[in-house]
């Protein structure tokens, strides 16, 4: 779905981002937001929650950034571009929360 929406509407080809890349994607939000969920108390803002306080805003970033690190080094392993991985993750985040509904 995301590759679709995105050549349809953002002008770009589909093929831009491998299945891979989009998994790797998908598995960062997912991971990273189930974690929230745990740690954070706040309010929930366009399906994900909040951090509450300075703290638990320092112990999702740890994890998020401890996320990432893995996922890139296991991207390298497959032998696919970071750059493009990061903006996969990027643009998942913004255009679709169908992983959402997988949290």
């Not at 779905?1 to 589909?14: G, K, L, R, S």
């Not at 994890?63 to 571009?81: M, N, P, Q």
Request: net charge positive.
């Amino acid at each position: 779905m995301f590759q679709e929406f995105y050549a349809q509407y953002m002008n770009q080809p589909c093929e831009q981002f491998s299945k891979e890349l989009y998994a790797l994607a998908e598995e960062y939000h997912i991971r990273t937001e189930r974690f929230d969920r745990i740690v954070c108390h706040g309010s929930f803002r366009h399906g994900s929650v909040m951090p509450a306080n300075g703290r638990e805003l320092s112990i999702i970033n740890q994890y998020a950034h401890r996320v990432r690190r893995e996922i890139e080094r296991r991207a390298l392993r497959k032998g696919l571009d970071i750059k493009s991985l990061h903006e996969a993750v990027r643009l998942l985040s913004v255009h679709d929360h169908t992983w959402l509904q997988k949290v």
